[in-house]
Structures are given as structure tokens and as C-alpha cells.
């Protein structure tokens, strides 16, 4: 039998019955096995050989056990205890209809852990499918290393029923957990551990070896929560239900979703809340960096952070709850969000060249020690008026263009806005890895086109009660300053404009539907130099560009 590297009886049990895969800090040191209850039913090794590789026995033949043929092996007890007294038990213990090192089933009826005289942990039933024991004898370097380039399946399916653990810091309890099959790449796990020992200079390589070296199919995962002191010694409660996933493999990290996730305790000695209902992740690809031949993640390169950015699909949460202390202030700062979500298309060396966003039921509110400001909150509703957010933004590649398309903004039903622009001459060079190419394309962007449209149904005479308030002016008479402040900014500079800009200074006095339209003069675009020619020469807007300004009345519903 070939020298095997040394190895403890709890390393040994661990790899027998998959308990690499349950966390328990007594076996990652070494300890005293105990067993008691033990039986071998058609089994090519006897019960002696299973017990010496059970207790680490230096000769035992694990290259038998990673061939191992048996109906059955049950222990009704082992018990490990650690150096620093720590004992941890396994109830109940079964390998079943094991072929040439592969457990069709493998089972753990409880685990309980105790520190000195207290229990501090118990955990409930685990099964393991399909585990393939000679494969974590190789891999973990037990046996001889698998001489194969392709992955090497661990099990098919992994299910923890839940438990808890209890230390002077936390009280924690965790929810079922189930993990699909779960394959590793031998060659690239070796290639890791070795970059591993080799330090921070190694630290990029072994990142990349790290995402080519597994892949997952799914899991669950019930959610936990832990209760504890923080820092300064007051409550925190810390609460997930669940999270979700897809598949992982080399390269592509799947949607990964969370659940009612919650945290309760203290912010600067004042109460504290946040939650989330749902929060999701989208796919994240890393297939790229798999190409790339070194990665310094410590590079402070604006080409580097490019290369190395993982493309993201996008993320979402909704049902926000915050309410949290302003600094040592005393004042308090609420938000409630209904759902934001962020969706990227396409990338391009490193940025995103499409993207999407959305807010929904943004309300925030704010608790001050000033009356006056809190007054103000109060009159423009800030505390009790959802806000919505959309709109999206892209490359069009083939006509050269970036199409901001219908950034909106609605408040509540007292009005809403929403823009487009069009900017053109927007070409590859502006996604250059290099900075001067990129600088240089960025300054030849131009306006082509744009359009804003405001629509107001009760926002005006919100402002226009706010800015009235401190004068004693009615929501009329405010209005009409408000107008005539706006005519003096809009034409002071350049009369001639005083016909263009009317109806926005209609819309001010008597509300209705604003829309400001815009193209470029000619078949081009207005660059940076004409914007400039625009500070000293407000006349340049009108040769510059096209424009019609248009107010009607709001459309009545129904």
C-alpha cells in the first residue's frame, strides 16, 4: 500500500460520511474518536479496517475504502473531542448500497455540540446522495490525485434539515438547506491550493482558478437568524428567510435571490431598522477573466478595473423599510421603497452599453429637531407622496448614437417629467481601454436631439404654496411670481428668446402639459464648442438648434 500523507481519525470520519460538508470546529483540528454501535453489512472491507481508518490509524487502506462495496454501514454513535474539550457528536450514521466508493445514500440522524457542560449546538438530519467517497479521498489529497482534465461529481444532491448554535457572542438558528449536485475539476483545485500557499502575489490566479474549479447545481438555502450584542454592547437582530440559486459553472455565476432579510438593533445609540421583502442578483459572467492570461487584482489601472469587471445581468430589491438616527443628531431619516431594479444588457470592453433602471413607491421621511424645516416637509408631502423613477440608457452601435430614452420622474398624482436625448457620434473609440483615445472620442460627442415634457396636475401649486408660505401670498399670487421670476431668468440674457420661452412661463402660471423639443440644425450635432459659444451668447441656442415649446392643457381622464 502506498505511503499516504499523515491525517487525523476526524479528518478520516469526516471523509467517510461527507462531514467535510457540515461545519463543526472540532474537526478542523485534531481529535479523540469514540465509537460506539458499529456495524458492516456486505461489506468488501470488514469492521475492523473501517474502524482503523474511523480512528486515523496511519496503515489503514483507505485506498480500500475508496473502492469500498457494502450494503450497509451504520455507526449509532461517534463522538470526536478536540483539544480544547469540545465534543461533537453524530448520531445514527449510515452509508448505504455502496458501489466502488460511491454511497447511494448517506445519512447523519443529528449533531450536537458541547463546550464543557453547556450544549451550544444541535443540528438535525443530513443526507448526502450519490457520494462519492473515493473522490474526496483524492481530492483532498487522502489517495492518489484523479489524473483527469474533466469534473469529477462529489454528490447529487445534499439536504440539511437545520439546527442551532449558541456562543457568549450570538444565539444562531438556520433553516433547511439543500445543494444539487456538486462536481470539482481536480487540476484546477490542486492549481488553487497551491496559489493559495504562494500569498498575495498569487491572489489574481487564484481567483480565476477558483471560478473554473466547481460547479453547483442550485441550492436552497432555508435562511438563519442570530442574535447578539454589537460593538457597544447593545441587541442586534439579524434575520434572512431564504436565498435561492441556479447553477453554477465556470465562468457564469447564476441569479441569486434573498428574502425577507432584516436587521434590528442600535445606530448611534438610537433604535434601528432595515429590511428588505426581496432582493435579486442577476447572472453574473465571468468568462472573460477565464481568458485572461494574468490578473493583478491590486491594479489601480482604469484599464485593468475594466478588464476584470464582471459582467453583471442587473439586481432588484423591493419592499424597503428603513428607519435609522441621522449621526448623534437625534434626527431620524424613514424610507419605504416599493421596488428599484437595474437591468445591463450588453458590454463592451468592460462598461455596459445598455442599461435600465426603474423606481417604484420611493417615500421618504425625516424626523428634525428645526421646525421650520420640518414644517416644510410637511407642506411639500414629502412624508406621504410615492416617487417613481424609470428609464433607460444604450449604444446603437451601428448609427454611432446613445439614446437616453424617457428618463421619467412622477410624483405621486401632483405631476411627473420625462426626457430623451439623442448624442451622437458616439463610436467604438469611446469604449478605448486606452484613456487619450477615449478622452478624444468623449469631446467630438455631440447633441443631436432631445425632448422634455412636464406635466403638472397639483406639483406647481405645491411649490408655489411653499415659496408663498413665509410672504402670506395666496397659491395665485405666488404662481404669478413665480412666472415672472422665471420670464427675467429665461430672456434677461437674450430678449430675443422671450417669444421661444413663453409657454414655459404659461405652464407656471396656469400648470398644463410642457413639451420642449430640440434638433441639432443641419444634418449634425451641437459639440462642446458650441455649448461654450451658448455661455457668453445665449442666441447660439436658436442657430444651434431647432426648437419648438408647446403648453396645453392637461388631457382630462376618462
Known amino acids: 500500500m502506498r505511503q499516504t500523507k499523515p491525517r487525523s481519525g476526524s479528518i478520516a470520519a469526516t471523509l467517510v460520511l461527507g462531514l467535510a460538508l457540515v461545519p463543526s470546529v472540532a474537526w478542523a483540528q485534531e481529535a479523540e474518536?469514540?465509537?460506539s454501535g458499529f456495524e458492516a453489512t456486505d461489506s468488501a472491507l470488514d469492521e475492523a479496517a473501517l474502524a482503523a481508518i474511523l480512528n486515523g490509524d496511519p496503515d489503514a487502506d483507505l485506498d480500500g475504502l475508496a473502492a469500498l462495496d457494502a450494503l450497509t454501514i451504520t455507526i449509532d454513535r461517534l463522538e470526536a473531542v478536540a483539544p480544547d474539550g469540545t465534543v461533537t457528536v453524530l448520531?445514527?450514521?449510515?452509508?448505504?448500497?455502496?458501489?466502488?466508493?460511491v454511497a447511494g445514500t448517506a445519512a447523519i440522524d443529528s449533531i450536537t455540540v458541547i463546550e464543557g457542560e453547556e450544549l451550544i449546538g444541535e443540528f438535525g438530519l443530513v443526507t448526502?446522495?450519490?457520494?462519492?467517497?473515493?473522490a474526496i479521498l483524492a481530492l483532498s489529497g487522502q489517495t492518489a490525485p484523479l489524473e483527469t482534465d474533466a469534473f469529477v461529481p462529489v454528490f447529487s444532491s445534499f439536504s440539511f434539515s437545520g439546527g442551532h448554535h449558541e456562543t457568549d457572542e450570538a444565539k444562531c438558528a438556520f433553516n433547511a438547506t439543500h445543494l444539487g449536485s456538486l462536481s470539482i475539476h481536480p487540476q484546477e483545485l490542486a492549481a488553487m491550493e497551491a496559489l493559495a500557499e504562494a500569498g498575495d502575489d498569487a491572489e489574481g490566479e487564484a481567483f480565476l482558478t477558483f471560478m473554473s474549479s466547481f460547479q453547483l447545481d442550485g441550492l436552497e438555502f432555508g435562511g438563519f437568524r442570530c442574535k447578539g450584542p454589537n460593538a457597544d454592547g447593545r441587541p442586534i437582530d439579524f434575520q434572512i428567510g431564504g436565498v435561492t440559486a441556479g447553477n453554477f459553472t465556470p465562468g457564469l455565476w447564476p441569479e441569486i435571490e434573498l428574502a425577507d432579510l432584516s436587521v434590528t438593533g442600535f445606530q448611534d445609540g438610537?433604535?434601528?431598522?432595515?429590511?428588505?421583502?426581496?432582493?435579486?442578483?442577476?447572472a453574473t459572467d465571468y468568462s472573460h477573466l477565464l481568458q485572461l492570461e494574468d490578473l493583478d487584482l491590486e491594479s489601480a489601472s482604469f484599464e485593468a478595473a475594466r478588464r476584470t469587471m464582471p459582467h453583471i445581468s442587473g439586481f432588484s430589491i423591493s419592499g424597503v423599510e428603513m428607519d435609522?438616527?441621522?449621526?448623534?443628531?437625534?434626527?431620524r431619516i424613514a424610507l419605504s421603497l416599493g421596488e428599484m431594479s437595474v437591468d445591463v444588457g450588453e458590454w463592451f470592453n468592460g462598461l455596459p452599453t445598455s442599461i435600465s433602471f426603474s423606481i417604484q413607491d420611493q417615500v421618504m421621511n425625516f424626523q428634525l429637531d428645526h421646525p421650520a424645516e420640518q414644517e416644510f416637509i410637511a407642506l411639500m408631502g414629502l412624508a406621504s407622496t410615492p416617487i417613481d423613477y424609470s428609464g433607460a440608457i444604450y449604444w446603437d452601435r451601428?448609427?454611432?448614437t446613445i439614446e437616453i430614452d424617457s428618463m421619467s420622474y412622477t410624483w405621486g398624482d401632483l405631476g411627473s417629467m420625462t426626457a430623451s436625448v439623442t448624442i451622437a457620434n458616439a463610436t467604438e473609440a469611446l469604449f478605448s481601454y486606452d484613456e487619450a483615445e477615449m478622452l478624444g472620442a468623449a469631446l467630438q460627442l455631440g447633441l443631436a436631439s432631445f425632448m422634455t415634457e412636464a406635466t403638472d396636475t397639483g406639483f406647481i401649486d405645491l411649490?408655489?404654496?411653499?415659496?408663498?408660505?413665509?410672504?402670506g401670498l395666496s397659491v395665485r399670487e405666488s404662481r404669478t411670481q413665480l412666472a415672472k421670476t422665471a420670464s427675467e431668468d429665461l430672456t434677461t440674457d437674450a430678449p430675443e428668446l422671450q417669444a421661444l420661452w413663453q409657454p414655459v412661463v404659461d405652464f407656471i402660471q396656469t400648470g398644463g402639459r410642457l413639451v420642449v423639443e430640440g434638433r441639432a440644425a443641419g444634418e449634425g450635432a451641437a459639440?462642446?464648442?458650441?455649448?461654450?459659444?451658448?455661455?457668453?451668447?445665449?442666441?447660439?441656442?436658436?442657430?444651434?438648434?431647432?426648437?419648438?415649446?408647446?403648453?396645453?392643457?392637461?388631457?382630462?381622464?376618462?
Open 128 to 134: 448526502i446522495s450519490d457520494l462519492d467517497i473515493g
Open 398 to 400: 451601428e448609427a454611432e
Open 270 to 282: 438610537e433604535p434601528a431598522l432595515v429590511s428588505i421583502a426581496s432582493a435579486r442578483w442577476g
Open 527 to 558: 459639440g462642446l464648442s458650441t455649448f461654450m459659444l451658448m455661455e457668453t451668447d445665449p442666441g447660439q441656442f436658436l442657430e444651434a438648434f431647432d426648437i419648438s415649446v408647446t403648453n396645453s392643457p392637461v388631457p382630462e381622464e376618462g
Open 91 to 101: 448520531s445514527e450514521l449510515v452509508l448505504a448500497n455502496v458501489v466502488d466508493g
Open 463 to 471: 411649490v408655489a404654496e411653499v415659496a408663498g408660505y413665509a410672504d
Open 324 to 331: 435609522v438616527a441621522d449621526g448623534s443628531s437625534g434626527e
Open 33 to 35: 474518536i469514540e465509537i
